[in-house]
């Protein structure tokens, strides 16, 4: 129904397999909840003409925020991911949670009275985090740059600092919310997709049939401390048995451009260095894709996804990690797991990560559990 | 409801967030269909006690076939996955389709007849095979030991052979019907597990967010063809750089075992060995168990599943497999993913393949669609 093609309630029963008189029962209740619109009736082979409805994305708003080391986005969107307004300001994240929400609250404030929609049009907010979270309680475990955060219950003080205390609060972790977004945004149509962050840190957030998959208690997605296998041209010895982090990551692509004699730090840095065409720069982002796709290679054969999008300060700088990329994975793995597979650049821009939390939230939004406890709080 | 628990509809309303009516509606579908039968009254606070219903397991049957490379089990179950009656016959994969399912087809309805069920009550057939399946078409492909499988239309094959056009077939690989069946069998509150198969192959089987993950194209779960990281205290020079298969399955021991002086060929050559307390054929399955874990150690920090099952002849021979496995991925695995983790033997008997394809035939005849349109040819 997301698509917005009207549709008739005998339309509906078909392509969901549901009976009439379920659908039917259903679609008065999304009626009553605004979540579908009455649409232009359908053609008539005689008699009163079936009516048809349509989703309504606007019928409520979602938010969605995106917390980085340095910079917080926001953005306010509608039920289908549409976004009505964003805005990225500074912050700290090590200031900890109280001074952060309180000023990303406020940017989402104001947003809404641009939009002209008041708090109580928020069906949900979503709350992308640079670190672990336990995903169903909303706590950051062990968040190695934001240790003030460690297992704070983040939704109840975003509640508390809106006072609504029965507003809903989605927090995971800032690799999660941009494989969402970038999966509903680009890649609807792709059952399996797998997205790798390569800045800071390097991690991965999973799509498989179709839905986000977090885990037994969140902690899929760790792809920076996996051992890299050696190969026969790696210029690493065998016996420098080393995790993903430590040999590909922004950071350590700078330790490695600084003992050339260049002086980076950051993964910014690294960016730089790499547009202004620096050779010994170029070469080691490449040296660096080759060995994500080492990993990447064991990944594409056990998970078998169709699409591997690229992103972070790192991916997204130029074709140099892609490139060192694809060249392992297609010698690495097996052609009936690479045959359709694509490897690509992340498509999203700066918003990418509060679009994702929003969408997270509006898909919540729409569940059958929170569209009843909706209507019973409207009743 | 498969708890088989009788609810009211309200109970069930409440557990599933759908509305009163929503609820209604489906449930007398359900109860047409008799999925659904009526059970014993709740107690009432005054006037009519509402009417309670439960799941009927029995309404239907499903068909559950696993087929290896010299025997075909068969298993006639409920629709709660309860087995009714079971048999394991003798045959030859690489005989071909066409006799091979003559030969199972004729047990299935030698044992249909036994628990007095027509073919007209069987609700869907499963069939795992051994090789890769794309499971959308029911179709091997590129199958190694069943060459004259490959691309063959399997689900229409058993349709003609039992002259049900209409009976709804479904294939998958040996190891995905494993996985299923353990899920449902012994670890139905774990969202996420990882199901290995370690025989004369090496194979996974994928359960993420409760439901068996095929990857695209049904290409996941290839752990065989994976690269091994190669570790100091390994045996194996690191310029030897090997995939998972020739170095830790059944065959692969099996010549090491040779090296050493021992006949062993098979895999059951191995087990016999380990069981009659062989040093060197206990010690090299242990290492074997140490390169799965080597893989699995990646698998688990990117996935994060809950449990880890092992099994497989060679899996199944004993603790030796596991305890290398578990060396291994505890060492090299993350503390929060494997902090709850369990990495245990396979506990399904010789009848889990079968009992795996027939859960799978019966959540395919529970779904929406499946009841609607066996409803529609009632009708």
Redesign the interface.
Known sequence: MLDGVPRTRAEIAHL????R??V???V??LLRAGVLAPAGAAASSGGRPPARVAFNPVARVVVGIDLGATHGTVAVCDLAGGVLSAETIDLDIADGPQPVLTAVLGTAGSLLDGVGRPWADVAALGLGLPG?VEHVTGRP??PPIMPGWDRVDVPALVQAELGLPDLTVLVDNDVNVLALGEHATWWAE???LFYVKVSTGIG?G?V??G?L???????????G????????DSPRP??D?RELEDIASGPAIAARLREAGVDARTSADVVAFVRAGDRTAIELVRQAGREVG??L???V??????VVVIGGTIGRAGEDLLAGVREVVYR?S?P??T???QIVPARGDSNAGALGAAIMAARHAL????I??WLARED
Chains 1, 2 share one sequence.
């Open positions: 969901t397999g549901l009976s008189s379920t039917s029962a259903r008065d209740e672990p475990v062990n792709a059952d399996d991965a999973i498989m049939g839905t998959q977090r885990g037994a208690r969140g902690s899929a997605g760790d792809l401390h996996v051992r890299v296998p050696w190969a026969a065998p016996e048995e080492a990993v290679a064991t990944v054969n056990v998970l078998g996804p169709s690495h097996l009936l797991a045959e359709r597979l569940a059958p559990e929170a009843a406890s």
